[in-house]
């Protein structure tokens, strides 16, 4: 097994279906301030699937609601533009979350649950750090293993190799990916978000995910989407096959000046919120 050339892993992204159009236009519309929620409403309807997943995510228990919602202007209006984002980018993109990866050993699913318990936790982090962007840190956390979509086809059959190298070297699986394929899946993640056209400051969360200390200038956000995937880790969703390898970066924590109570506190906020399965 060589490692992937870059034209063919460029190919590979390329592959990977777009933001669907009216999830692409809904984000067009939170950014400008004249929309209004109706407008959101209008184009979102548009696609009854997603309409279906973005109300059940707004009435999970981590929105706190006390009231159903039960349309969307109605949610754009109660949780605002910033949310509605998080929220649209979230469903459009959990069913290409929820396929199996035989290479990272994530059952059907899994990726998905994992990725949303990691956003729900940077949203919390960035709250206790008073990072003032809880939605695009939710975004960040949400999308760090997306590369893990495309590596997935070339590490079927790399992934003997990968393991011995993880097992015997001790390598971080991150290292291994890298010295088996030339790639790991944090710059392939990048490269995806850069496809949709995401704002380059989510591009840089997502590379660094693993090595927040070598962030060039987001330090925060890369900080919080670093722990905000330990954390889900940690309360065990979606570990796969590189989640007992994780490695938490010191510089994180210092970073977002967290106590080792305050993650404490986190982490048992977490695991209270995603028993609700709504999130999911």
Known sequence: MGKVSL???VKAVDDLPALPFVVQKVVALTEDPRSTAKD???VLTQDQSITAKVLRLANSAFYGFPRRISTVTEATILLGFQTIKSIVIAASVSDMMKKPLQAYALEP?????HSQAAAIAA???AREVKFPRLEVAYIAALLHDIGKLVLNTYLSEGYEEVLEKVEQERMTFIQAEEAVLGFDHAVVGARI???WNLPPELVEAIAFHHQPEKAPSNSKLVAITHLADFVSVSIGMG???DG???NVSPEAVSTLNLGEAQMDRLVAQ???LLVDQDSF
């Open 270 to 272: 977490l695991a209270d």
């Open 7 to 9: 034209s063919t892993l």
């Open 244 to 246: 007992f390898l994780y």
């Open 123 to 125: 949203r919390m982090l």
């Open 239 to 241: 570990i796969g096959i």
């Open 40 to 42: 959101i409403n209008n």
């Open 109 to 113: 699913g899994e990726l998905w649950k």
């Open 193 to 195: 978000c850069e496809k």
